[in-house]
């Protein structure tokens, strides 16, 4: 990043930091992509908050912006384990901000697991959690009763963006991979596993790029405003799995099981839009499937008479070429920092939560005043 666009990146945040500033700062952890522009959304975080601790996500990590954030804040390492045993998460949370009161910072519902034993047993209060993703959302959404609210940005309008250049960035990686091998994507049937707001962008990009696609939901809404735009939809999961070249998966939860594998068309390539440990069960593959490189970050899974491709040791592919999405992420990043503004007033249910209309309107304001140039 240019030292003038970090300037600029910098100011906005300082402003919208102005504005979303409790009176009384809350500590916070924040589970994060530390990507090339991340240290400027992080110092924000640190502006609105007592930032205890970033927990970068361990598939997307500059080294560069990791060595900027640990000059100001402690830099952990993440991982799902660490968040799934109740007495390693209340110690853990112990040893960053014992007796404070707390705001977790989430991407992807790492907390959710012990979330409980975090509100009943931490020294100090956790205020809630600000969650940013759909696959996040999910998490604690469909929990029975949560113990402190949860601001989600996952369904914000300010991430539609985001989530459209997501989709342009994981067809362009998913295209440069295949292409690093001789291969293309035209001409290659795709089945796209989901139909969110990710997988709909995946579906439209590649078949503008002259892909025959299909679409499979487990939701029929979602199924039938993918038959509406003019994609065919798979009646039969098993048989559209065989049938496709191209496998991309965009749920944010588990889209291929371990027995699906051995279905999958020789040569077939599969790829994701999150962490292979969400959407792949790939320890599930059956006994006999050995791995081998096949060019850069592809490996090929074989056994006899079988194979196919895997992209990115089936985590998000887009991260191979940086998962930029250009200043529009700068809309949701500032509204998780209006979501610790609105847990530091400590006046919610424990129930979901979204930023209010307004706040999201001055963010827009603020944005297009920076980046409409």
């Not at 504005?19 to 990507?35: A, Q």
């Not at 502006?47 to 996500?57: D, E």
């Not at 027995?259 to 040569?267: C, K, T, Y």
């Amino acid at each position: 990043m240019e030292t003038s666009e970090r300037a600029r990146l910098d100011t906005y945040f300082g402003k919208i930091a102005r504005r979303f500033t409790p009176p009384v700062l809350p500590s916070s952890l924040l589970v994060t992509h530390l990507l090339p522009e991340r240290p400027s959304f992080v110092r924000a975080v640190g502006t609105v908050s007592s930032l205890r601790a970033v927990l970068p996500k361990p598939k997307s990590i500059d080294a560069a912006a990791r060595r900027e954030v640990e000059q100001g804040f402690p830099c952990d390492e993440l991982s799902r384990e660490l968040f799934a045993d109740p007495d390693t998460a209340v110690t853990y949370l112990e040893t960053r901000a014992a007796g404070e009161d707390v705001v977790l910072l989430d991407v992807g519902g790492y907390f959710a697991p012990v979330l409980d034993a975090l509100c009943d047993r931490f020294s100090g209060t956790v205020l809630g959690v600000v969650e940013d993703t759909e696959n996040g959302h999910k998490r604690y959404a469909e929990r029975d009763k949560l113990p402190c609210p949860v601001v989600s940005v996952a369904r914000s309008p300010l991430k539609d963006p985001e989530d459209f250049l997501v989709g342009q960035s994981v067809v362009f990686s998913t295209e440069a991979l295949l292409r690093g091998r001789g291969d293309i994507l035209h001409g290659r049937p795709a089945l796209v596993i989901g139909f969110g707001k990710l997988g709909s962008s995946i579906a439209r990009l590649l078949h503008a790029k002259g892909v025959h696609v299909t679409v499979y939901d487990i939701d029929p809404v979602r199924r039938a405003q993918a038959l509406s735009q003019g994609f065919g939809v798979a009646r039969d999961r098993e048989r559209a799995i065989a049938a496709a070249g191209l496998v991309l998966c965009a749920t944010g939860a588990l889209a291929l099981k371990g027995e699906d594998f051995p279905n999958l068309r020789n040569g077939a390539y599969v790829a994701t839009v999150t962490s292979s440990e969400d959407e792949l069960e790939l320890d599930g593959l059956p006994d006999g499937y050995t791995r081998s490189s096949s060019g850069e970050n592809v490996t090929r899974y074989s056994t006899t008479g079988h194979y196919f491709y895997l992209l990115n040791n089936g985590n998000a592919v887009n991260f191979l070429h940086g998962a930029s999405v250009g200043p529009f992420i700068y809309l949701v990043q500032a509204e998780i920092l209006a979501g610790v503004r609105l847990l530091a007033r400590r006046d919610l249910d424990a129930t979901m939560h979204e930023v209010p209309g307004d706040d999201r309107a001055a963010i827009a304001a603020t944005w297009l005043d920076y980046y409409n140039r």
